[in-house]
């Protein structure tokens, strides 16, 4: 999962993936010496934001900001309610785009292409260009997994239990739901139509997800790729077998004019929890990377296969009673 230290210590600007930047001048932060505000200058040394981000993120000011969405610790003295913005981000001309929620000690982080805001107390979604794609409307709503998001009204952060890591409550009256993509309400299903539906709280969600001709070629091309499924096995401490054994993938990310891959994300099939460690990049012709522990990187996938797989081989040295042991010499081979 996410490293809170890393996220408010190292950085505080949102990072998408790998992305286009617009043929402009290199930015770069620079703290106000009189205010020791945080603000951003282009090459030539314009302010393109003014400071006023507070001096508790770390930055270097010779290196330039490779990001295209920029976030900026700069309180809304209008927060009251259950969700608290952390800060506001700009684009890459220094335009004011939104407010992140305030979430893992930082700004909310993009989850299946979403990440949420916070405009008056009410959390909607923005795209990772940073346009409101679901209107803030809700009291609280969880990160979008597998194609649906948990949401709330009526409901708030119990601080009088616990102030610093404080429960969910709900007042008498609250609601709560699972929203789609759209941010339409979804009623459960009584019973499951097809394997892929997703079980909640005694019912199904729909299997969310559309495809092209086209994508449902890349699903198979990844779903054929068995290494992957025995690499996420490798060190259970039981026999995975059936559909357990298979990770589900699925595309969360189309290229855009920021970004020219395909995002495709691992699921426990059957369960639907989203397998962190399997991220990929798609080209759209062909390659693959894997996206780093934070979203950040582009791994060959080639090299981050080769890496898995010593990994593996040096788990079952150290474990030669492994129930999911296989041979991991045969797909070294075929690098």
């Not at 298979?246 to 397998?275: A, H, M, N």
């Not at 798609?282 to 894997?290: A, K, L, P, V």
């Not at 090299?303 to 010593?310: G, I, P, Y």
Request: hydrophobic letters at 35%; one cysteine or more; a neutral charge.
């Amino acid at each position: 999962m996410k490293n809170s230290l890393l996220r408010s210590c190292i950085i505080m600007t949102i990072l998408l993936f790998p992305v286009l930047l617009p043929a402009q001048g290199q930015l770069y932060y620079f703290m106000d010496q009189k205010d020791s505000l945080i603000g951003v200058k282009d090459d030539k040394g314009r302010i393109v934001i003014p400071p006023k981000g507070a001096s508790i993120m770390y930055f270097e000011p010779d290196e330039p900001i490779t990001d295209s969405l920029i976030n900026l610790f700069d309180m809304d003295s209008t927060d009251t309610g259950t969700a608290l913005s952390f800060g506001s981000t700009y684009n890459r001309k220094g335009q004011f785009l939104y407010r992140p929620l305030a979430y893992d000690n930082g700004p909310d982080y993009f989850e299946e292409g979403l990440a949420r805001c916070v405009q008056k107390g009410k959390v909607g979604f923005v795209n990772e260009q940073g346009k409101v794609a679901i209107r803030p409307q809700w009291d609280w709503v969880s990160p979008f997994n597998y194609g649906y998001a948990f949401a709330c009204n009526g409901c708030y952060w119990d601080r009088a239990r616990d102030a610093e890591h404080p429960p969910m409550a709900y007042k008498e009256n609250a609601k709560t739901f699972y929203i789609n993509r759209e941010g339409k309400s979804i009623q459960l299903m009584k019973k499951q139509k097809t394997e892929k539906d997703l079980p909640v709280d005694g019912g199904y969600l729909p299997y969310p997800f559309n495809y092209s001709a086209g994508e449902r070629k890349i699903l198979d091309e990844i779903g054929a790729m068995e290494v992957l499924s025995k690499i996420r096995n490798a060190n259970y401490a039981s026999k995975r077998e059936g559909k357990d054994a298979v990770l589900q993938f699925e595309i969360v990310g189309r290229p855009t004019s920021l970004s020219p891959y395909y995002k495709i994300q691992g699921y426990s099939y059957g369960g639907f929890d989203k397998e962190d460690t399997f991220l990929f990049y798609r080209t759209r012709t062909g390659d693959y990377f894997h996206v780093g522990w934070d979203g950040k990187d582009q791994i060959p996938y080639r090299q981050w296969l080769k890496e898995q797989l010593e990994s593996c081989a040096q788990y079952f040295r150290e474990h030669p009673d492994a129930p999911n042991k296989f041979d991991v010499g045969r797909y070294l081979e075929q690098l």
